[in-house]
């Protein structure tokens, strides 16, 4: 191209005038095949180049421009625009999607535009352009798109003004997920509001982004639940299933009677009904579990074992005691979903009673964080929960050796949010007294350290529930304030959180 601009120097242009005008039309359109064009056709004395994409950000992208004009001295601006999905970009007429640059009457320009404000996650197509002394704008012909990538360490509502769970206000629902061929599935529901308990149940898959409702919990609506996914293979057809476990918790939204000690089982390769878990043993039959009824439990699975220990009665009294839900199985090896017990572990929690602790998992570790003990106070402290086989002595088959490790570096706290994503932990939100915390914190394993992330945005809010994803994770649902036992702390968003 700077070849063919030095045919216009004045010697150049003097030979031009005296050749025919066929050779001279010819020069011309060699010379604009990438001239700019205004927007009603017309050509202009330029030509531009595709732009370079340089780097692209989650909100931006810096890109790199070149052009050339045969009379510099008419230019007076340039920059980029820009337009999302597969329009073809021009100036708005705010102005808001380009950058503008004085011209410097040279003939070429090499010029880098800095661009921001962008959606994630979105195709853009951009070009160059000019502004001529009267005001015309030409636009490059050449078109080049790029697509911005995943935002890091924001939170977003799932939907404008406010993403709604569903019209029901709540707070202490359950949240528990598995991973299935590399999609993280969680499953959540239950809960209560100042006038009722729920018992409305829904999956999410990281895959799809899609919540998906399941049959209704077949016992008594409740909240403050003690809940795992299992999975197990069926030896028989050789595939792997899954069934949800959700019992314990509270059938009074006022939480002063009716804390239950039932057990049911929903079998998430059907998804067509709950059923009631009982007792495999003949000498202790009726509901699995034995122990002390319960609010405020942390509770996981790790293959096809169920944990679940700590929480409180509904005198307030906090517990320190651990307990295995095993299947049972026939002489085939095929588990009996409906059937199995839960063991008292023989080692209690060695860090005191607590309730309000919340469990992460990340690959085959869990972990226990915060919580509150018998005397009000709270906590910071990060438990590994090393599991280990029993002797034949004992009566349950599995303990777990207790290992602290880093602690939560943000204020001690209860009734908090956690999920696992990519690898890592996430805790945060919760209460201490009558504080409500939005701060979040990401755990690494690998270093047995913690990371302060940016705080949820929309309010100080306890008893949420998480939901973990592949790549991503959600906060939904809580209080937002205490005091009063009325409606209108409760709430039911639902957020996402990008890492």
């Not at 609010?295 to 651990?322: I, K, P």
Request: with cysteine; hydrophobic share 30%; net charge negative.
């Amino acid at each position: 191209m700077k070849t063919l601009l030095t045919l216009f120097s004045a010697s150049a242009m003097l030979m031009c005038a005296c050749t025919a005008d066929d050779n001279l039309y010819s020069q011309y359109r060699v010379f604009f095949k990438n001239a700019f064009i205004t927007p009603a056709g017309s050509i202009l004395e330029s030509a531009g180049f595709s732009d370079t994409v340089k780097s692209v950000y989650d909100r931006g992208a810096t890109v790199n421009g070149y052009f050339e004009y045969t009379d510099p001295d008419e230019i007076v601006k340039y920059g980029h625009c820009w337009s999302a999905n597969s329009n073809i970009p021009v100036i708005n007429s705010d102005s808001s999607n380009c950058t503008f640059f004085d011209y410097n009457s040279q003939q070429s320009t090499d010029f880098e535009s800095s661009l921001s404000g962008l959606n994630f996650e979105t195709e853009y197509y951009i070009r160059s352009f000019i502004i001529t002394k009267s005001g015309t704008i030409g636009y490059n012909p050449n078109i080049t798109k790029f697509t911005t990538s995943q935002p890091h360490d924001e939170w977003f509502a799932c939907s404008e003004p406010k993403s709604r769970l569903s019209d029901n206000v709540r707070a202490d629902g359950f949240s528990v997920s598995t991973v299935v061929d590399g999609d993280t599935i969680t499953y959540f529901g239950l809960g209560r509001n100042a006038g009722q308990c729920f018992s409305d149940v829904y999956m999410f898959s990281s895959k799809s982004k899609k919540i998906v409702s399941l049959p209704p919990f077949k016992g008594r609506a409740r909240w403050g639940v003690s809940a795992f996914v299992l999975n197990y293979t069926d030896y028989i057809q050789n595939v792997p299933v899954l069934c949800l476990y959700v019992g314990l918790g509270c059938s009074d939204p006022e939480g002063k009677t009716s804390y239950e000690k039932d057990f049911y089982v929903l079998d998430l390769t059907k998804k067509d009904r709950w059923e009631e878990v009982r007792s495999n043993y003949k000498d202790r039959q009726g509901p699995p579990f034995t122990g002390n009824e319960r609010t405020g439990s942390v509770s996981f699975a790790l293959g096809e074992l169920g944990f679940l220990g700590l929480g409180e009665n509904a005198s307030g009294a906090c517990h320190n005691d651990f307990y295995v839900f095993i299947m049972e199985r026939d002489n085939n090896n095929m588990p009996n979903l409906k059937r199995g017990y839960f063991y008292t572990m023989t080692q209690p929690f060695a860090y005191g009673e607590l309730t309000g602790a919340s469990s992460f998992i990340i690959g085959d570790n869990a972990y226990i964080v915060g919580g509150k003990d018998n005397d009000g106070k709270y906590h910071t402290d990060l438990i590994h929960c090393i599991l280990k086989e029993g002797t034949q002595k004992d009566d349950a088959p599995y303990y777990f050796m207790w290992e602290k490790k880093q602690a939560f570096p943000g204020d001690a706290r209860a009734f908090g949010a956690s999920m696992a994503v990519a690898g890592y932990g996430y805790y945060g939100t919760g209460e201490n007294n009558d504080r409500l915390y939005s701060d979040f914190y990401r755990y690494d394993q690998a270093n047995n350290d913690w990371l302060r992330c940016e705080s949820f945005p929309y309010k100080n809010v306890s008893h949420s529930f998480g939901i973990s994803g592949n790549d991503r994770c959600y906060l939904g649902g809580g209080y937002s304030y205490t005091g009063e036992n009325s409606d209108s702390k409760y709430e039911n968003f639902l957020w996402e959180y990008r890492p």
